[in-house]
C-alpha cells in the first residue's frame, strides 16, 4: 500500500475531489495552513494499492496542469508517497 499526501491549493483541491471520485478513489481532505504554499491550503489524503499509485499521480498532474489557478508559487502541489505497512478500514 502507498499513502499519497497531496498539499495544494484550496481552488484546485475541489477539482482534485471531483476526479478522484469519478474514478472510484477514496481520499480524505483536511483545511490546513503552513509554509509550503504560504496560504491557505488543502491537505489530501489518499491510500492506495502500489499498482495504482502511478493512474493516481498522472491524475494529480494532469488536474494541476489543466487548471490555470492564480499562484505566487511555482508549484501548485506537493506531493509526497509513502510507504504503509498496513492499511484497515473499521
Given at each position: 500500500?502507498?499513502?499519497?499526501?497531496?498539499?495544494?491549493?484550496?481552488?484546485?483541491?475541489?477539482?482534485?475531489?471531483?476526479?478522484?471520485?469519478?474514478?472510484?478513489?477514496?481520499?480524505?481532505?483536511?483545511?490546513?495552513?503552513?509554509?509550503?504554499?504560504?496560504?491557505?491550503?488543502?491537505?489530501?489524503?489518499?491510500?492506495?494499492d502500489?499498482?495504482?499509485?502511478?493512474?493516481?499521480?498522472?491524475?494529480i498532474?494532469?488536474v494541476?496542469?489543466?487548471?490555470?489557478?492564480?499562484?505566487?508559487?511555482?508549484?501548485?502541489?506537493?506531493?509526497?508517497?509513502?510507504?504503509?505497512?498496513?492499511?484497515?478500514?473499521?
Open positions: 500500500m502507498k499513502l499519497i499526501v497531496v498539499i495544494m491549493e484550496d481552488d484546485l483541491c475541489h477539482i482534485l475531489s471531483k476526479e478522484l471520485l469519478e474514478n472510484k478513489i477514496s481520499s480524505t481532505k483536511l483545511s490546513s495552513t503552513g509554509g509550503f504554499l504560504k496560504k491557505g491550503n488543502t491537505t489530501m489524503l489518499i491510500g492506495t502500489v499498482e495504482n499509485e502511478q493512474f493516481v499521480l498522472d491524475i498532474k494532469k494541476c496542469d489543466e487548471n490555470d489557478v492564480e499562484s505566487d508559487n511555482e508549484s501548485k502541489a506537493n506531493v509526497f508517497v509513502m510507504d504503509l505497512e498496513d492499511f484497515k478500514k473499521f
